[in-house]
């Protein structure tokens, strides 16, 4: 159970029809989870919303399409495959009329919120008036939400280009910084995600995310990722987050971090063997590593490692295309929190809410390099996309949720950090805001990631009690929590609840099985 203090800071917040946790109901809406008959489900909190009855091709014919028409590339979630047809808010919907409570996002892409009424008003209303013209033409909307996103940044970060992904934004930074600089080489961490774009897929520093292409890693430097969990130093207070590592450390009071000194020193090292001296282009780096598995940086590090590549010739690019409005909750940016001030900003994601809309954000200085030969992008900054962006953060300052982040997401770090006192099998808890991750592992000791086998069983057993999320890490072995910003404490009740089903159920079997080894053992 919860602690008392965070028993109490739940009723405070909570209405009083949320004491009943637990409950066995079966309905398919309203307060029901999937079914799973053998488990103990958790009650869902109320909502008001009704889905609509499905209308479509059956489940069947479904998984043929994909089967038959579809790449094999989008593989699907699940033993059995969801299909999702209608959400609101934090919730999903499937074809069967079952309720989920979306804890991904979308992979981090649902900030405000599924369908808001807001959001899709703006859309409504743009549609109605004018879809696309291309930039060739002048358009207010584009203007309109030009002024407000470069109002959100710090310094002479002023300029701005759309495009329609984070895989288009960092393609192009790593353009505008090669061409700028007039250097090529760049930077990036390993267990880093920027994209699958062949220019992109080469920054990308995860082997499950590469393609074997010929010239994919021209000028490309990967150099060694500072995990304070995982990586070869790490201690108690280096993360910028409300839960720290269980690893020893030995840093003073004002002192620094002393691994984030020793990963900083390797970087160097890699600047003095492996690169051009004073003739880089860029460094990449994410505010929070999202596909790597939630992975944050010593503090201290990254403003560090911005002023050795200037004093290089390069560009730092901060890619927030996860951690950017307002998921990290202290911040609007994730750079913010390693108090640097990036050359290029990358992000999309939960830009858009679900739309196809991206961006670079950069000075007027560097932007001014693209105007070396013409570039274009067709749908970038289109009257529907920006309309989408302004409604965006138009809810963001409107409802708070920024300081909804920030609140719940440390509520529930706090609880998940309680879980991990409970449970062997987690290792580690990391985040900030609601960009959190939990790490399964086999030997906390050894810090061995989980079996993949054991940690698909307990996502299973949360989809089906009815929470989604994700899974991230090199190893698939960390629980990925990035929900629609505007999930309450009553979600996050439900979402422990279910994740301490799940870790029951799993430690229940380990032990069973401990046991039949014990007395097969005695048995020879």
Not at 55 to 69: C, D
């Amino acid at each position: 159970m919860m602690s008392k203090r965070l028993l109490a800071h739940t009723r405070r917040v909570m209405p009083s029809s949320s004491s009943s946790r637990f409950s066995s109901s079966t309905t398919l809406h309203s307060k029901a989870a999937p079914a799973v008959m053998n488990l103990v489900q958790s009650e869902m909190p109320e909502t008001g919303h009704r889905p609509s009855g499905y209308v479509g091709p059956s489940y069947e014919q479904i998984l043929e399409t994909r089967k038959t028409h579809l790449t094999p590339n989008l593989v699907a979630h699940f033993k059995k495959p969801l299909v999702i047809h209608e959400g609101h808010m934090q919730w999903l919907y499937d074809h069967e009329g079952r309720r989920y409570l979306d804890m991904f996002g979308g992979i981090v892409t649902v900030s405000v919120g599924h369908c808001h009424p807001k959001v899709n008003q703006a859309l409504s209303e743009q549609i109605s008036k004018l879809w696309h013209t291309t930039n060739i033409y002048m358009h207010p909307k584009i203007h309109e939400y030009a002024e407000r996103l470069v109002a959100k940044f710090p310094g002479n970060l002023k300029s701005v280009c759309f495009v329609n992904s984070g895989s288009e934004a960092n393609d192009l930074a790593m353009l505008m910084a090669r061409v700028h600089t007039g250097n090529q080489d760049i930077l990036s961490f390993r267990n880093a995600y920027h994209g699958m774009s062949p220019y992109t897929m080469g920054l990308t520093a995860h082997s499950t995310w590469r393609f074997p292409l010929a010239g994919v890693n021209n000028g490309l430097v990967h150099v060694m990722n500072p995990d304070p969990y995982q990586g070869i130093w790490g201690g108690a207070a280096c993360r910028d987050s409300p839960v720290q590592t269980t690893r020893s450390c030995q840093c003073q009071e004002g002192g620094g971090c002393q691994a984030g000194s020793a990963y900083y020193n390797e970087l160097e090292e890699t600047f003095k063997y492996s690169l051009p001296r004073g003739k880089v282009a860029a460094m990449f780096a994410e505010s929070i590593q999202g596909v790597g598995g939630t992975v944050q940086f010593p503090k201290g590090y990254l403003k560090r490692a911005a002023a050795l590549v200037r004093a290089n010739g390069g560009l730092f690019v901060a890619d927030e295309v996860q951690t950017g409005f307002g998921r990290t909750g202290e911040h609007f940016w994730g750079f913010e929190g390693h108090d640097y001030v990036p050359d290029i900003v990358t992000m999309a994601k939960g830009i858009g809410n679900g739309f196809p809309l991206a961006a670079v954000v950069t000075t007027p200085e560097i932007a001014a390099s693209l105007g070396q030969a013409l570039h274009f992008n067709t749908y970038g900054g289109n009257p529907m996309a920006s309309a989408v962006g302004i409604a965006v953060l138009d809810v963001i300052e409107e409802e708070q949720l920024q300081r909804n982040s920030l609140e719940v997401g440390t509520y529930f770090l706090k609880c998940l950090e309680e879980l991990q006192q409970r449970f062997e099998i987690v290792g580690d808890v990391r985040g900030k805001g609601l960009m959190i991750g939990v790490e399964l592992v086999e030997d906390r000791e050894k810090r061995t990631p989980l079996a993949t086998p054991h940690v698909l069983e307990i996502w299973e057993t949360c989809k089906d009690l009815g929470v989604l999320f994700g899974r991230g890490g090199l190893h698939g072995n960390v629980l990925s929590f990035r929900p629609p910003l505007c999930v309450g404490f009553e979600d996050v009740e439900l979402a422990l609840n279910t994740l301490e089903t799940a870790f029951q159920q799993h430690m229940s079997k380990r032990l069973r099985g401990w046991r039949y080894g014990q007395a097969q053992s005695r048995s020879c």
